[in-house]
């Protein structure tokens, strides 16, 4: 099993497909093994319930094969979002 932290970068908002393709994304790594994983959100303005659900997934699927999960770069609104949701700490948020 790898445990070189992997950095995922989207260039756009996660909503509709783009949350499927990360989703996709995100298992692929996870079944070769990569269960450090660092998604940075500098160029994410926007994420939809979709989205935020492929978080949670993400991140309890890496817990179970006890890697790391972090997000890192959030804009104001997207740390309020998390905020209001009660997430922002169970995500693993800097």
């Known amino acids: 099993m790898s445990t070189t932290p992997i950095v995922i970068a989207p260039e ?7 949350t499927h393709d990360l989703k996709k994304e995100f298992s692929e790594l996870i ?18 319930s979709l989205g935020i659900g492929v978080l949670v997934a993400t991140r309890n699927s890496v817990r179970q094969s006890d890697g790391e999960f972090s997000i890192v770069n959030l804009s104001n609104d997207l740390t309020q979002l998390f905020s209001n949701m009660r997430i922002i700490e169970f995500l693993n948020v800097s």
Do not use: C, P, R, W
């Open 31 to 48: 079944k070769s093994g990569k269960v450090q994983i660092t998604l940075d959100l500098e160029k994410v303005s926007m994420i939809d």
């Open 12 to 18: 756009s908002d996660i909503v509709g497909n783009a």
